[in-house]
């Protein structure tokens, strides 16, 4: 969202950040909500005229939100504000999902924001989500250049931008707000300083003395410019203001220039005092996708630009590669920051850390896009510094699979770099060691492994962890997969060992052993089966059964039938990553089922519907698809293409699935079979092809896995924490390894940091629901987006990035571990708000030719005092102050450099290496 241009919101917002009533926050959210309900009644018609009806409050599992019906085509679905009021990060008043997909539009508040702003937040909010929605009907992807603000430059368009028409949005407030008689005369003195100020901040009046010619020339025509650009979407009461507030300061009213200037001192004031809270970064190299210039680069040069820069990274990786290996020939251990895993976290790479990524999942996905359009991916402009719009011709349609790779390539290459996967071990005097596998193209893995000594804390982010395996059992009771059954097992018999019972500890020596080699499930089942402690490791220590145990018996079945269908249908039975990163043949069945009809499944059955243009696909799942899947772009588009309607390839069938079940058929081959239910029919789902896309399950990362067995097998814990950053933002779970009176800490953050592993926060804890309750707070459905996914995770990396940063500079605030979610993520309950009624809403006045279709201009209603309303000057450095743009101050908003991190130069890399791709692009 475009930033609010008066710091003494901003201010306010920091002064709560600072210690004002926080122990009341979930009560102060509520009161915003109320705030919120009170005057979009008045803000909706302000800003979009007639085009549509009076909003409709509605509230929907304690959601608050507001139908907008379109008056000018009643076939057309109303558009769906969502409003809710969470914590954001330090300097965000406001943040906006546009899902023009599905026509829901969420609005999230800052909760520190006081309540007598949200009427002006809510009009700039909306002006400029329902400018993008405008366009975006039309097909037409969002006005690059901002006309509405300082300097004399104009685009070559003149046209407004979505951000300019939120802060026409303001203006259209700060004028009713102004002229609305039965307001307090204090506060419609302070809407038209506001109101007055806001003229300087977007260029719509000159700010040079009338004396300087020189420079007050071409700023009296831009400003011209910008007002006659900006007029017909005024309203009436905004151009009555603009016409006596536009001119130089000079030649406004006395008062209206004494409050002007005090205005400016005052911002000035305020904006040295918001950069020291929050802090400024430099810029040394522009983002990603862009070329030397600083340009996006053409849609027809992301293909061939991904390629290069594919071949540049493979080059460097070599390079790197081969420096290690000299150092450790000459018996010198590297010693290195290091970051295992890449991905969207990319956005927070620090150039100092050695990564090593196997350049995984969108690098090998089949698919044609993310599952996201521009429009829902819109703040990958702030978070990863890309043009999401840069690949599509419709800001509707799926961000492009080569863009996505471009972006992650050139972000991994701005530091060292290795192709391939890693590993965490103690070494021989405690130190923490990173073993590297090398990875060529083929995907073949390189015999000798590197190893280098780590410096500081590692951080993985290795992306989502492993699929469920069809029969494994989730809840509190639940075992999710075959290695938590072993942990739970051995875990009983180091209680029946610590018992002298005869037997545990050689059956728990073995049981690990088997793990650990990878032994068959149906072996291990076997061993506890026919052992005679099988009864006592279903016993709890009170002597009865428990059923967590119980299940690790059935779920190493499961697992046992799931290896024997592999093995009996290689190929043909898979589980959802591997159709996901293209290791399959969708042409090796002709009738695939997918085990879940989540995202996941519902991805999947796009890539073997595209692969294999005479396969048919059949979806089950327990339920209805999840409502999230009808906000996203991929979900329509494929069952309109293959569903019923279209191809007649895509299947859907309500069924609960357990085990899978195998049968040979009559060729002799085997196949999968799903018995469901059709009314009172049974009827039995046969297939030659299986995908299980169950969901996740929720075990250490394999990056920690054998550090972790290290650290056990010695005697040691290992124990987590959830990590937060001042603003209560998430940013990833810690790890702390305790062995031999020395401690080592591992941070997950990105994707993988959604699924908390069960052997360090146990299920009984809750702690994980907690943690889903807040990430869809955070980013509900209606977005078209999922918090583990490529946008959000960009988001979280830039934010622990910049925590980092802090906490290295000394702040010990700069990050907070945690045992549970903030207070502030508690969602409030019903609240009223007590700072007094809003007059009722009215329809502005404004001229026909508004882009909403703003009514017909009449006269002023009994409570409108059109004009002048000041009686007296605002104090200099008094609350209605109006400063710089400070929407989202130290956020880059276009092609600019992250949070926490210095830049390279740009330029090809240091002889001897590879040549840097970017030179040359967009020749």
């Keep these: 969202m475009d930033r609010l241009t008066d710091p003494r919101i901003l201010m306010a917002t920091l002064g709560r ?16 909500l109320a705030a919120a309900e009170r005057d979009m009644g008045l803000v909706a018609p302000l800003v979009l005229g007639d085009r549509f009806g009076s909003p409709l409050p509605g509230t929907e599992k304690g959601r608050r939100f507001f139908d907008l019906p379109d008056r000018r085509d009643s076939q057309v679905r109303s558009a769906r504000i969502w409003v809710d009021a969470i914590p954001l990060d330090t300097g965000t008043i406001a943040s906006t999902a546009t899902n023009t997909t599905s026509d829901h539009y969420v609005l999230r508040i800052s909760d520190r924001l006081p309540t007598e702003f949200v009427g002006r937040v809510l009009a700039h909010a909306v002006g400029e989500t329902f400018a993008i929605r405008e366009r975006a009907a039309a097909g037409l992807t969002p006005v690059r250049e901002d006309l509405l603000g300082r300097g004399t430059a104009l685009s070559a368009e003149a046209e407004l931008s979505a951000a300019d028409m939120g802060r026409i949005g303001e203006l259209n407030w700060l004028a009713e707000q102004g002229a609305t008689a039965r307001l307090p005369q204090e506060q419609r003195t302070s809407a038209r300083t506001d109101f007055s100020a806001l003229l300087d901040q977007y260029g719509m009046r000159p700010t040079a003395e009338v004396s300087d010619e020189r420079a007050f020339a071409p700023q009296n025509a831009a400003a011209r410019a910008r007002r006659l650009a900006a007029a017909e979407f005024l309203t009436d009461d905004a151009r009555l203001l603009l016409e006596p507030l536009g001119r130089p300061i000079e030649q406004l009213d006395p008062a209206d220039a004494a409050a002007l200037q005090a205005s400016r001192d005052a911002a000035m004031i305020a904006e040295r005092q918001v950069a020291a809270f929050i802090g400024r970064r430099d810029v040394t190299m522009p983002m ?22 594919d071949a540049y990274r493979e080059q460097l990786s070599d390079r790197v ?45 089949p698919a044609v896009g993310i599952v996201q359009s521009a429009d829902q991916d819109r703040d990958l402009a702030q978070w990863m510094g890309v043009d999401p719009y840069q690949g599509v011709t419709d800001p509707r349609h799926r961000i492009p699979i080569h863009a996505v790779r471009l972006w992650e390539d050139q972000l991994a290459t701005q530091g060292d770099v290795i192709n391939g996967h890693a590993g965490l071990w103690l070494g021989k005097n405690g130190e923490l060691i990173a073993e590297i596998t ?31 395996v069809p029969g494994n059992i989730r809840g509190e009771d639940g075992v999710e997969s075959r290695s938590e059954a072993v942990r739970l097992v051995g875990e009983r018999l180091a209680e029946l060992e610590g018992q002298n019972i005869a037997g545990a500890a050689e059956l728990r020596t073995w049981l690990t052993g088997a793990e650990r080699s990878g032994l068959d499930a149906g072996t291990v089942l076997a061993a506890l089966d026919g052992h005679p402690l099988k009864d006592a490791i279903q016993t709890g220590p009170d002597g009865k059964p428990t059923a967590r145990l119980q299940n690790c018996f059935s779920v190493l079945g499961a697992t046992q039938k799931w290896e024997q269908a592999r093995e009996d249908a290689p190929g043909r039975v898979l589980m959802g990553d591997e159709v996901a990163d293209g290791r399959f043949d969708a042409r090796d069945a002709q009738h695939w089922i997918i085990a879940g009809n989540g995202g996941t499944g519902v991805a999947n059955a796009e890539i073997i519907l ?49 085990e899978i079940e195998t049968v040979r058929g009559e060729d002799g081959r085997t196949v999968v079979q799903v018995r469901h239910q059709d009314g009172e029919e049974t009827k039995t789902l046969v297939a030659d092809g299986y995908v299980a896309s169950l969901g996740r399950t929720n075990p250490l990362p394999a990056a920690v896995q054998q550090l972790a067995d290290q650290v056990r097998d010695g005697g040691g814990k290992v124990s987590g924490d959830l990590m937060f950053d001042k603003d209560d933002q998430y940013i990833g779970y810690g790890l702390t390894f305790a062995v031999d009176g020395r401690e080592h800490r591992v941070d997950v953050n990105g994707a993988a940091s959604w699924q908390l592993p069960r052997e360090v926060f146990p299920p009984e804890t809750g702690i994980q629901g907690q943690l889903f309750e807040m990430g869809g707070r955070a980013l509900p459905p209606e977005t078209g987006n999922a918090f583990p996914g490529f946008a959000p995770t960009a988001r979280q990396s830039v934010l622990r990035a910049r925590a980092v940063a802090e906490a290295e500079a000394g702040n010990a605030d700069a990050i907070q571990r945690r045992s549970t979610i903030p207070e502030r993520w508690r969602r409030p309950g019903p609240t009223t708000e007590t700072d007094g009624p809003t007059p009722a809403p009215r329809t502005p006045n404004a001229p026909e030719s508004h882009l909403w279709q703003l009514g017909t201009p009449g006269a002023d209603g009994p409570d409108r005092t059109p004009g002048n309303g000041h009686t007296k000057s605002p104090n200099p450095q008094g609350p209605s102050a109006p400063g710089s743009h400070l929407w989202q101050t130290g956020v880059p908003t276009t092609s600019v450099g992250r949070p926490g991190h210095s830049r390279p130069a740009p330029g090809p890399a240091p002889d001897p290496g590879p040549s840097n791709p970017q030179r040359g692009l967009g020749d």
């Design 610 to 658: 595209r692969n294999n243009p005479t396969a048919h696909v059949t979806i089950v799942g327990s339920g209805k698809v999840p409502e999230a899947l009808k906000h996203q772009v991929q979900y329509g588009e494929m069952y309109k293409k293959f569903g019923e309607e279209g191809q007649g390839r895509l299947h859907t069938v309500q069924a609960r699935l357990g």
């Design 288 to 309: 990603p996708g862009y070329d030397q210039n600083g340009l996006p680069l053409a849609r027809d040069q992301l293909k061939p630009a991904a390629t290069q820069w």
């Design 438 to 468: 090398r990875s060529g193209k083929d995907g073949v893995k390189n015999a000798a492994p590197l190893r280098v000594a780590c410096e500081g804390v590692p951080t993985v982010a290795t992306g989502l962890p492993p699929e469920l």
């Design 321 to 365: 590669d081969r420096k290690l290996t000299d150092q450790l020939a000459a018996g010198e251990l590297p010693r290195r920051k290091v970051v295992i895993g890449g991905g969207a976290s990319l956005s927070g790479r620090d150039p100092e850390a050695l990564l090593i990524d196997g350049a995984g999942r969108w690098h090998l996905d």
């Design 17 to 32: 950040a600072v210690g004002q009533r926080r122990s009341s926050a979930p009560d102060h959210q509520g009161a915003l």
